[in-house]
């Protein structure tokens, strides 16, 4: 069993996207990641794209390989708030931050 | 005074000594001794020094203290140290202490008091964490010292309380952005404007480019990467929501509404995803998610191949799996546990269920199952055999039916074709070649592929057509225009081999089509010429000869190549009388390096479209000309490709003159040594006298010791002869021990070594029967064969079996083997 960076997850889409979906996604992230300035990520991303950008490929990994993506998926439902609305946090979470800051700084 | 105290007096050591030895325990590291030393020194004198000593060492203590966890007794122990200023003798070390103690307020003056007296570096440090102190919790201020920004401290750690208190409390954006500006960037508030900055900007590029302008090193930098974290997209927060800290986690979650069971919960997992797939299934099964069903149970099913006894819990909560999940859970499982023979069983099963299955996509799923069937069976040759086909070679049969499954996976179909061909079937090859072209008639390794395959087969026409498909799709590939050349050629010597001068001459001229303008082919010159000669020497069309000769490289070599082609065109050698004058030339020139390898290599070249028998007329005449080289001094990669080539092409004569040359000049060259073992039998082992083969044996040791296993494996190949051949293919099926062989392998082991015993004749071993009677007889035959080389490559038992069958053989009562796999 090959256990290695999931390209579903990677990508951020569905196990059970189909190639314009993924293709979609691909160049979203791409726009957003471009190669000149991000070489790395681009790397990561194309990699990605190129496993699961065909019905052969997806079937192969969805068949042969453990999926992390729907273990992400459910991590980012926990992350979820109410909106996407921004708020501002409490008196203690901001004292606790800035005690904890200088706490974990090296004097 | 006492007698007690007396002695005390008289045996007290001097201040002198004193400070001598709490300098020594302060140089030692010994921060107590030194401490109570020195004031016992200053109890009997309060000189300066050794007050500065005395600090020095309470200072040593304290950072001893500190690097043990110990901060409460290490800010005590500093303590002593007070200056009326209320600052300590290490005052960055005591903040730290107090700090950690979470005494906020002590540290907020410690750190407002050291601010005035430390140097300018060490101050704008301290001074920071003063104002981030501050701003966690707010007090009157009462230094005016201002290490940095315009204003004074107070005014400065007023803007900043208020422009942070204002966007806790929610006021608009632009309310925040008029405090904000009012805290100087060069502040040590400087990192907080940023950090508000950062947090009421809606672009998300710019807020974290704000952040970004905070060093690491800030003592706002864990507040910082909080604010970035908060402000990033889901996947990346994901990414970095386990490093956060507890007090980070808290205030991300606040800024975006978070619920907090379910910031929990996540914690809960990432804590359980350390712990391992059991532990993460087991907390996912139990805890799971509202509305959240079919992620978790497509998330738990992915736990399942490392986790498989928590298959109870799974099926317990989200019902049983089907065949296809189950199949493949289960294989995986296998794979996990690298259990190759349930993993392809497995495999198998899933194949089966999908190819009936009536869904979209089954049958691709299927193939993509065959094709990974293949890759295990490959990689792991020691996987059980296919119950309905034994004898099968099951990469193959695997890549066969998945493209059966899928017919357009080239992936599988090019790994097909390298299969056939590393298995020496050119039947197989040609076959799935043939296919592959059809399937893939603009793939360039494919047809590629199917040149090999045509050629392997002496099909030349085909493999012609192949490579003319190839330049149909890349008209400017030199090397298979090259090969066109060649393969046209080889067609045209077949024709005339068969006496079909006419096709000969049509693929000849169908040949020179693909030749360079600038750089013609001298072999389809020559063959050309001699193709348009008539049988009855005609000057006009011997002078064409002359001009390809010319073309080739003119004397000798011209005249070999000449010789060469009239042979694969199978030319009587009366033929070439109109050139003899020519040959006869070209024999008396001394044989010199550069001839004798562009020979060689003449000889050796692919596609040469004659069977050793074609060529043995050409041969003849390269002898008496190769002859003469045997005095060079060639170097040992020289010696090789000639002596290799010339064992390939039987030329035993030749090869041992030149060898025994070769050894004549280097008696320890080894490969010169070797070979003229291998020419003097006839490139036949049994040709092999006693001595001969245990001079072969020492030599092989000596290439073994010298580590040219290069020479040694070539050895090898000689000394092992066809039993050799028998073992290497029973390596490459996966049998790597001869103990594992099973009884049909042995006896094909046995066969072929009984048929190379000719040390023992037949007669011999009926004799000792006679004599000895059959058991003692093949008792004598194993414990002489143990002594040999033999020896060391069977167990007991099987030279046991080997000595049975040859008595047997030599008997007349040989076993039949069985069928060959």
């Excluded at chain 2, 592959?436 to 045509?454: E, G, Q, S, T």
């Excluded at chain 2, 060079?632 to 040359?661: G, K, Q, V």
Aim: net charge neutral; glycine share 6%.
């Amino acid at each position: 069993m090959r256990m290695s960076d999931d390209p579903f997850t990677t990508l951020g889409v569905d196990e059970n996207a189909g190639d314009d979906e993924i293709r979609r996604r691909y160049l979203e992230l791409v726009r957003a990641w471009p190669p000149d300035r991000e070489p790395e990520k681009f790397q990561a991303l194309r990699q990605a794209y190129e496993a699961v950008s065909g019905l052969r490929q997806r079937l192969e990994w969805k068949l042969l390989h453990t999926s992390t993506s729907a273990l992400s998926r459910l991590k980012l439902h926990c992350l979820a708030g109410p909106d996407a609305q921004q708020r501002r946090p409490t008196e203690a979470a901001m004292t606790a931050l800035l005690l904890d800051s200088v706490q974990h700084a090296d004097l | 005074m006492t007698k007690s105290a007396m002695r005390k007096a008289v045996f007290a050591p001097s201040p002198q000594e004193l400070s001598e030895s709490g300098a020594a325990a302060l140089r030692q590291g010994r921060f107590k001794d030194a401490t109570e030393i020195f004031k016992q020194l200053l109890r009997q004198d309060p000189r300066p020094e050794w007050k500065q000593r005395l600090a020095d060492a309470y200072a040593g203590r304290a950072r001893a203290l500190a690097e043990k966890g110990m901060f409460k007794e290490a800010a005590i122990v500093l303590e002593n140290t007070l200056a009326p200023g209320g600052t300590t003798r290490e005052p960055l070390l005591y903040l730290s202490c107090l700090i950690r103690q979470n005494q906020i307020q002590k540290a907020r003056r410690a750190a407002l008091a050291a601010m005035a007296t430390l140097p300018a570096a060490e101050a704008a440090r301290v001074a920071e964490a003063a104002a981030a102190l501050s701003l966690a919790a707010p007090a009157p201020t009462v230094v005016g010292a201002t290490p940095g920004g315009s204003g004074t401290w107070p005014e400065q750690n007023r803007a900043a309380e208020t422009a942070l208190r204002a966007w806790l409390q929610g006021q608009p954006a632009d309310e925040v952005d008029r405090l904000i500006s009012r805290i100087p960037l060069r502040s040590s508030f400087g990192a907080m404007r940023l950090i508000l900055k950062s947090l009421i900007t809606h672009d998300a590029a710019k807020a974290q480019a704000l952040l970004a302008m905070i060093p690491a090193a800030s003592l706002f930098a864990g507040v910082r990467d909080a604010a970035g974290a908060a402000l990033s997209d889901a996947p990346d927060l994901l990414g970095h929501w386990a490093r956060l800290r507890p007090a980070q986690q808290q205030f991300v979650a606040e800024m975006r509404g978070i619920p907090r069971d379910r910031s929990a919960l996540l914690n809960q997992i990432q804590d359980a995803e350390q712990r391992g797939p059991a532990a993460l299934l087991s907390l996912l099964v139990r805890r799971g998610l509202p509305l959240l069903e079919e992620e978790l149970r497509a998330a738990c099913l992915n736990l399942l191949p490392a986790a498989p006894d928590r298959m109870a819990q799974f099926t317990q909560r989200f019902g049983p799996l089907q065949p296809i999940e189950h199949n493949r859970i289960a294989a995986l499982s296998a794979e996990a546990r690298k259990d190759w023979d349930h993993a392809i069983l497995y495999w198998r099963a899933l194949a089966s269920v999908l190819e009936r299955d009536k869904a979209p996509g089954s049958r691709l799923a299927e193939a993509v199952v065959l094709r990974h069937m293949a890759d295990l069976a490959r990689t792991h040759p020691d996987i059980d055999e296919e119950e309905e086909a034994p004898e099968a070679d099951l990469v193959a049969l695997y890549l066969e039916r998945s493209l059966q499954a899928d017919p357009t996976d080239l992936t599988a179909m090019l790994a097909l074709l390298d299969r056939y061909r590393a298995s020496d079937d050119p039947k197989e090859w040609y076959r799935a070649a043939e296919l592959a072209v059809v399937r893939f008639p603009h793939n360039p390794i494919v047809l590629l592929h199917a040149v090999d395959a045509a050629v392997a087969r002496d099909a030349f026409k085909k493999a012609a057509g192949f490579a003319q498909q190839v330049l149909a799709v890349d008209p400017i590939n030199l090397p298979v225009r090259q090969r066109m050349i060649e393969l046209q050629l080889a067609h045209a010597r077949k024709q005339a081999r068969s006496g079909r001068a006419d096709l000969a001459a049509k693929s000849l001229e169908e040949a020179s089509a693909w030749e360079r303008s600038d750089k013609p082919d001298p072999s389809l010159r020559i063959a050309r010429a001699l193709v348009a000669m008539p049988k009855t020497a005609d000057p006009a069309t011997a002078d064409a000869v002359h001009a390809a000769v010319q073309e080739a490289g003119g004397s000798p070599l011209g005249w070999f190549r000449v010789v060469l082609e009239a042979s694969l065109l199978n030319w009587p050698a009366k033929r070439l009388q109109p050139f003899h004058r020519e040959l006869q030339a070209a024999y008396e020139t001394p044989p010199d390096r550069a001839t004798v390898l562009a020979l060689i290599g003449l000889l050796g070249q692919r596609d040469l479209g004659g069977t050793r028998r074609a060529i043995t007329p050409a041969l003849r005449v390269f002898d008496q000309y190769l002859i003469g080289g045997r005095h060079i001094d060639w170097s040992p990669a020289e010696f090789l490709t000639i002596a290799e080539a010339m064992a390939n092409l039987r030329c035993y004569p030749t090869l041992h003159r030149y060898a025994t040359s070769a050894v004549q000049r280097d008696a320890g060259n080894l490969a010169a040594r070797f070979y003229q073992l291998l020419a003097g039998s006839g490139g036949n082992r049994e040709g092999l006298n006693h001595a001969e083969e245990s001079e072969l044996f020492s030599i092989m040791d000596e290439a073994g010791t010298r580590q040219d296993f290069a020479l040694f494996n070539r050895m090898q190949k000689f000394a092992l002869g066809p039993a050799g051949k028998a073992m290497r293919r029973m390596r490459k099926t996966g049998k790597s021990s001869l103990d594992e062989l099973d009884e049909e392998d042995t006896a094909e082991l046995l066969t072929a070594l009984a048929g190379e015993m000719p040390s023992v004749p037949a007669k011999e071993i009926r004799n000792m029967v006679n004599h000895l009677g059959r058991g003692a007889a093949i008792e004598m035959m194993v414990s002489l064969l143990s002594q040999s080389s033999m020896g060391e490559m069977f167990s007991k038992q099987q030279m046991q079996q080997f000595c049975t069958a040859l008595v047997e053989q030599a008997m007349d009562r040989r076993p039949q083997p069985r069928g060959r796999r």
